[in-house]
């Protein structure tokens, strides 16, 4: 029954995530082939909401544990937010010079991405203890899981959205 419902919510949440991610796709095949911040910011803005309404429908918490937890909950949105600037900052790069990025752009934005992969994981890392300091160890690792399934999820949605890097340069 579990896994029926979490089932339900990530394809709930699919279905939420494509709303954004079409409206960053048209707006990065308008006229002018640009994703705006303010564009950015709302998508991120309604990821954010989503994801927190996925991890309070996912993750059962005692009133107890819910008023300790959901402060953390907000900080550590808070970082990974500033974590993922650099990541919509390397989206938006590509999107407005698509077709006309040079070898060392494309390799740029590529180590910049990577660098995000990375200082995401070492905040979760720096955030298991302060988590577990709040609750027990299975619903830590409940957190997180279902943090990184909602990561997967927005991840595989924004990537979808985006073509693939082609050499557009004869050879």
Same mark, same amino acid.
């Given at each position: 029954?579990? @896994?029926? /419902? $979490?089932?339900?919510? +990530? $394809?709930?949440?699919?279905?939420?995530? @494509? +709303?954004?991610? %079409?409206?960053?796709?048209?707006?990065? *095949? *308008?006229?002018?082939?640009?994703? *705006?911040?303010?564009?950015?910011?709302?998508?991120?803005?309604?990821?954010? @909401?989503?994801?927190?309404?996925?991890?309070? %429908?996912?993750?059962?918490?005692?009133? /107890?544990?819910?008023?300790? =937890?959901?402060?953390?909950?907000?900080?550590?949105?808070?970082?990974?937010?500033? +974590?993922?600037?650099?990541?919509?900052?390397? &989206?938006?790069?590509?999107?407005?010079?698509?077709?006309?990025? /040079?070898?060392?752009?494309?390799?740029?934005?590529?180590?910049?991405?990577? %660098?995000?992969?990375? %200082? &995401?994981?070492?905040? #979760?890392?720096?955030?298991?203890?302060?988590?577990?300091? &709040?609750?027990?160890? +299975?619903?830590?690792?409940? =957190? =997180?899981?279902?943090?990184? #399934?909602?990561? $997967?999820?927005?991840?595989?949605?924004?990537? *979808? @959205?985006?073509?693939?890097?082609?050499?557009?340069?004869?050879?």
């Amino acid at each position: 029954m579990k @896994s029926k /419902t $979490m089932l339900a919510i +990530v $394809m709930a949440g699919v279905c939420l995530m @494509s +709303v954004p991610a %079409a409206r960053a796709q048209a707006a990065a *095949s *308008s006229d002018n082939q640009t994703i *705006s911040d303010q564009d950015i910011q709302l998508l991120r803005q309604d990821l954010r @909401s989503q994801k927190k309404q996925l991890v309070a %429908a996912n993750l059962k918490l005692t009133d /107890t544990e819910a008023t300790k =937890f959901w402060p953390i909950y907000d900080q550590y949105v808070a970082e990974l937010t500033k +974590v993922n600037n650099d990541k919509y900052a390397a &989206v938006k790069e590509y999107a407005n010079n698509y077709g006309t990025l /040079t070898d060392p752009q494309a390799l740029d934005l590529t180590k910049r991405l990577l %660098a995000v992969d990375n %200082a &995401v994981a070492q905040l #979760r890392m720096k955030y298991v203890p302060i988590v577990n300091g &709040v609750l027990p160890g +299975v619903k830590t690792a409940t =957190f =997180f899981q279902i943090d990184r #399934r909602l990561t $997967m999820l927005i991840d595989i949605q924004l990537a *979808s @959205s985006l073509p693939l890097i082609q050499n557009q340069q004869p050879q």
